[in-house]
T-cell receptor, first 116, second 108 residues
Framework: DTEVTQTPKHLVMGMTNKKSLKCEQHMGHRAMYWYKQKAKKPPELMFVYSYEKLSINESVPSRFSPECPNSSLLNLHLHALQPEDSALYLC???????????????FGEGSRLTVL | EDQVTQSPEALRLQEGESSSLNCSYT??????LFWYRQDPGKGPEFLFTLYSAGEEKEKERLKATLTKKESFLHITAPKPEDSATYLCAVQAPDKLIFGTGTRLQVFP
């Protein structure tokens, strides 16, 4: 069982809707991530939070808005999405090492998003 | 340019037929190489971290090795439950770079 919990598991939304994806971890990790994954492709980094502050934004369109309310929670707010945004959205967490981020990520099971 | 290449793209094995997956990389300032397993529709599951050439890690039927240019994931006597996509990722100074994965199918 994964220790990173994502909700909802499936989401269908229209292009004018506003929805949110949620992620929770209780492993004491201080780095949290949003990745986007298309079929048969590797995960693609979107955002990184370190100590609850946004540290990396991989030039993601503003229709995706991340939020980190506390060290255990991570949200991704969605607004005015396009059909090409349909994908598996993965949340991950990790420890922070002295020199920065580590590649030992713990992923949730993902939220499957379909934009109509 | 930092790059990670995995081969083969897909691999079909008979149960018990051992094989190896390859991950070749070019990166300035390697800070670690990571192997993940991903089942369809699920998030990747962390398997191994390798930091330096010559290092080896084992877990059940899996063994990961690292050289200065590539890593191998050896699968000994695989079972159908080993069927998954295996992802390799390399930690560069400022980012984690994933390969495109090897889709492994093990048939009984």
């Amino acid at each position: 069982d994964t220790e990173v919990t994502q909700t909802p598991k499936h989401l269908v939304m229209g292009m004018t809707n506003k929805k949110s994806l949620k992620c929770e971890q209780h492993m004491g990790h201080r780095a949290m991530y949003w990745y986007k994954q298309k079929a048969k492709k590797p995960p693609e980094l979107m955002f990184v939070y370190s100590y609850e502050k946004l540290s990396i934004n991989e030039s993601v369109p503003s229709r995706f808005s991340p939020e980190c309310p506390n060290s255990s929670l991570l949200n991704l707010h969605l607004h005015a999405l396009q059909p090409e945004d349909s994908a598996l959205y993965l949340c991950a967490s990790s420890h922070l090492l002295g020199q920065g981020l580590t590649g030992e990520l713990f992923f949730g099971e993902g939220s499957r998003l379909t934009v109509l | 340019e930092d790059q990670v290449t995995q081969s083969p793209e897909a691999l079909r094995l008979q149960e018990g037929e051992s094989s190896s997956l390859n991950c070749s990389y070019t990166v300035s300032g390697l800070r670690g190489l990571f192997w993940y397993r991903q089942d369809p529709g699920k998030g990747p599951e962390f398997l191994f971290t390798l930091y330096s050439a010559g290092e080896e890690k084992e877990k059940e039927r899996l063994k990961a090795t690292l050289t200065k240019k590539e890593s191998f994931l050896h699968i000994t006597a695989p079972k159908p439950e080993d069927s998954a996509t295996y992802l390799c990722a390399v930690q560069a100074p400022d980012k984690l770079i994933f390969g495109t994965g090897t889709r492994l199918q093990v048939f009984p």
